[in-house]
């Protein structure tokens, strides 16, 4: 047997479609940011520790570290697999029988596919869109299997979530380019002589 005829064997023909993408949305913070949950968790933990709940420092603290290590530890590269059984990521498996509906999202400047399961649970599996031409060929897969929603209804939970993320301050990559006189174009200078 030749390679060709090996490598023919090998392929699985029950893959629809993969593709490679970091295991959750990720965006490289700057020290403002760490700087903010520091600060947070300080005021949260006077405000606990005066009350006299001391207990209640640990969860504080705990968050203030999962929060750091997010900010600062860059995702994994998985791969996303879509088979004719269903869709797997990461070692678990989500069979189309589960799955209610997707839709898409942004978070940190990055696409997001969102699966939700049926009821009662309605868990959500995310999964990163790397680029367009993926996600324009995972709307076409998709939606043969489960239902497409253009726009998801948005929980309590969500509008919260999207309160405090704009909270959150800026990056220092992000702040205000500030026009000095020679920036301006010459015919808006010339108008004002």
Known sequence: ?????????????????????????????????????????FLLSLIVFFFGDKILLIPILTLLFLFYVLTITPP????????????????????WEFLSHFFFI???????????????????????????????????????????????????TDRVIDWFSNLIPDDEDAKIKIETPSSFPQTQIQASL
């Open 106 to 156: 942004t978070k940190m400047g990055s696409q997001v596919l969102t699966l939700v399961s049926n009821a009662p649970y309605y868990y959500h599996a995310y999964f990163v869109i790397p680029n367009e031409d993926i996600k324009k060929e995972l709307v076409s897969i998709l939606s043969k299997h489960i239902m497409y929603v253009e726009k998801p209804q948005r929980t309590f």
């Open 76 to 95: 994994p590269e998985v791969e996303n697999i879509i088979t004719t059984f269903g869709i797997e990521s990461a070692g678990v498996t989500l069979r």
């Open 1 to 41: 047997m030749d390679q060709s005829d090996q490598t023919s064997n090998q392929v699985n023909p029950q893959r629809i479609f993969t593709w490679k993408a970091p295991l959750r949305a990720f965006k490289k913070r700057g020290k403002n940011v760490l700087r903010f949950y520091g600060a947070l968790a």
